[in-house]
């Protein structure tokens, strides 16, 4: 075969001949000869060098990484499992088998190499067909980093297509991005984003996947093992496939090692003859992969990304932020406090009560900041629901099944479930309501046993006992749970303005029946929300409450200490007004005044048999054995609803505020009843217990005389 080649005007000219010809050889490796000057025109300088300056500061998708507050790995969120590796931190040994594979005279062409191109030119002109590509390692990089970049199909499509015009392109970036990068620059780049089988994309998560170890630590049979799968990860699979075709790879890499002297000829020889090795591992993905100790963790982490989906600062929409936890390269520690969590999972039998229907729950919050100290259910997180039992709801059909022992269902809030109804905790609204509309503690009533309300269209309610009428004040209203004193105070302040307290304390509303009672035209006629006939989470609950404790400063609720970048800076996003703030920090806001909050505080200490600074409790409440549980000062609400079909109780210190629930979640008609009443009482009193043993007792701050009254 002569080593010159006719050109179009029947003179020959050298093959090696470098610019157009090598672009036109390039296209013609795979493509038949049409058109090239035409495609290399549309592919022109100003495309190129824009293109090339992206590829220079792009970096490939990385991995997300979940840690709990004490450091501990709990999932990572990927579709490329990968972690970028500087050079420093991969063994020379691996640099060097790359190459060796790969591209051998990487160190000499300048991002093609035209004797690359004539050994393929010659070799798929005499098999008829492609076998030997012309690709150095600049234009494998090249292809790889756009189609990595791409953020549409069409751009993913241009970045692989089987094309001349691809061909070309790639041609001319990789031309311009070696004069923007060093060698060294372009080769860790590249093995940051091969594509080396199991999903595993870069050498980081090759040498992990495989060999169990960091690319620091490969040996050069390990290196040359990985090197020798780039080329086709299915075909040289030493886990799944033939190795025989595995060790094969590896030992024509071994020789083209010692060709280049890399090895010595006598360790390439040792190497040939060892045995294939592999130690595999399984990287964790997501929530369902949260280690079998830290279970109860999944819940918590499935909260972190529908928190993290409704972030704007990770993109315009829910797809766009899901993407940037999958390819951003986040480190996030979650806000759940160790010491809170094991509290809350003792205390609602997180690991030994999974096999009752009734689902009972509790969040804890911290007030002031919004973070969230734990989440717990007694559910096991799992994605495997087959040995559940058929589903308790006569309408869920009966293949559907039960939501226990196993379910990933967000049951504590964060999610799109609806909640449960809240009951009487929802009397806190009015309250704060009517305090901050100027009504003092001391508003009096005669509440009777059965009340008719001419606001509410003569709609009738009454009370749960009749040890509950009489003259009552905010104090004792709120420590008996007195609904008819409830009622006639949401009457004095108007529904509108308990509803909008409500949604100013995060409370949203999920169902249509709620959102129609929500709305401007008809909200005023809710007399029933102050009984708490709404759905609502326990997320949702002892988030509104740390805001009382907090003097009436609401911070949205958040599950993470922190958000740092690829690069080690914390993750920010720009607010309204143009401001630059960090992701993981506290999102406040006044709500309330203080006193006004204070004032609601004094009330709330009734309910837990804790005694006010102001008022009187009128003698007896119904949760009173708290106080002498928790040890120290605590308000908070208890919450039933017709016939007990679910129990709630939400209390507070200055510290934690704490709510919990009982309901069967499949079935809301499946009644707990008052022998289980009690069960969120003991939850919420024994995880504040526990969780705040050996810390210093803080006091609330007492009401002003103003908010008192006489």
């Not at 990927?78 to 088998?97: D, K, V």
């Not at 989440?375 to 559940?388: G, K, Q, W």
């Not at 007990?644 to 505020?657: C, G, I, K, M």
């Amino acid at each position: 075969m002569s080593n010159r080649l006719l050109n179009s005007a029947g003179r020959w000219v050298p093959l090696l001949r470098a610019g157009l010809i090598a672009g036109i050889i390039v296209a013609a490796v795979a493509y038949p000869l049409v058109a090239v000057a035409g495609i290399s025109a549309k592919a022109g300088a100003d495309f190129s060098e824009h293109k090339a300056d992206l590829l220079r500061t792009a970096l490939p998708a990385e991995t997300s990484y979940l840690y709990a507050a004490d450091g501990t790995l709990l999932t990572m969120f990927y579709e490329e499992y990968r972690q970028y590796a500087t050079l420093a931190q991969i063994a020379p040994s691996m640099q060097q088998a790359m190459v060796a594979a790969e591209d051998s005279r990487f160190y000499q062409h300048r991002g093609v190499d035209p004797k690359g191109v004539a050994r393929a030119f010659v070799a798929n002109s005499q098999s008829g067909g492609v076998s030997q590509g012309a690709s150095t390692i600049t234009m494998q990089y090249v292809r790889m980093a756009l189609r990595d970049s791409a953020t549409t199909p069409r751009e993913v499509q241009e970045a692989t297509a089987q094309t001349s015009l691809r061909k070309v392109r790639e041609m001319r970036l990789a031309l311009d991005v070696e004069k923007r990068m060093s060698k060294e620059q372009i080769l860790e780049r590249y093995l940051n984003s091969a594509y080396f089988g199991h999903r595993a994309y870069g050498i980081y998560a090759a040498a992990q996947i495989f060999f169990s170890k960091k690319p620091k630590d490969l040996t050069p049979v390990e290196s040359a093992t990985l090197a020798g799968l780039v080329k086709s990860p299915s075909e040289y699979d030493p886990v799944t496939s033939d190795q025989q075709e595995a060790i094969g790879r590896r030992n024509y890499v071994l020789d083209r090692m010692g060709q280049l002297g890399y090895l010595s000829p006598d360790v390439a020889a040792r190497a040939r003859t060892e045995p294939l090795r592999i130690d595999q591992s399984d990287p964790r993905n997501d929530c369902a992969s949260v280690p079998a100790k830290h279970n109860a963790l999944g819940f918590a982490c499935d909260y972190l990304k529908n928190w993290w989906s409704a972030q704007a600062a990770f993109g315009e929409n829910r797809m766009e932020r899901v993407d940037q936890l999958r390819r951003g390269g986040y480190r996030i520690v979650l806000s759940i406090d160790p010491k809170t969590q094991a509290a809350a999972e003792k205390n609602v039998g997180a690991k030994e009560a999974t096999g009752s229907p009734f689902a009972n729950g509790i969040v804890v919050s911290e007030p002031g900041t919004g973070r969230v100290k734990a989440m717990a259910v007694n559910r096991t997180y799992s994605l495997d629901t087959s040995e559940n039992g058929p589903n308790g709801n006569p309408e869920a059909g009966p293949k559907s099944k039960a939501n226990y022992p196993n379910t990933v269902l967000p049951l504590l809030g964060g999610g799109d479930l609806a909640g449960y109804q809240a009951g009487s905790t929802f009397k806190m609204f009015p309250m704060l309501a009517a305090l901050e509309a100027g009504m003092p503690l001391s508003s009096t009533f005669n509440a009777p046993h059965r009340y008719q309300s001419k606001v509410y269209d003569n709609w009738v309610m009454s009370n749960a006992s009749g040890a509950m009428t009489g003259t009552q004040t905010m104090w004792s209203g709120f420590g008996k749970s007195v609904n008819t004193y409830f009622v006639w105070l949401e009457e004095q302040v108007g529904a509108e303005r308990a509803v909008r307290m409500a949604e100013q304390l995060g409370l949203r509303w999920r169902t249509d029946v709620d959102r129609r009672q929500a709305a401007p035209e008809r909200v005023n006629k809710w007399g029933a929300f102050t009984l708490g006939v709404s759905d609502a989470t326990p997320l949702e609950l002892a988030n509104a409450y740390a805001a009382v404790s907090a003097d009436g400063r609401y911070c949205e609720a958040i599950p993470v200490l922190s958000i740092t970048t690829r690069d080690g800076a914390p993750a920010t996003y720009r607010t309204a007004s143009g401001l630059q703030r960090e992701v993981a920090k506290p999102r406040c806001r006044q709500v309330v005044s203080a006193d006004t909050a204070r004032a609601a505080t004094d009330a709330a200490r009734c309910p837990t048999g804790d005694t006010p600074a102001r008022g009187s409790c009128g003698g007896w409440s119904t949760a009173d054995s708290v106080r002498g549980t928790v040890g120290r000062p605590v308000a908070g609400k208890t919450g039933t609803t017709d016939s007990t079909r679910s129990a709630w109780f939400v209390a507070y210190t200055p510290e934690l505020a704490a709510a919990s629930f009982i309901s069967d979640p499949d079935n809301p008609f499946n009644a707990v009843g008052d022998g289980q009443s009690q069960t969120p009482v003991q939850a919420v009193a024994n995880t504040l217990r526990d969780a705040l043993k050996d810390q210093p007792k803080r006091d609330f701050t007492p009401p002003s005389d103003r908010i008192v009254g006489g």
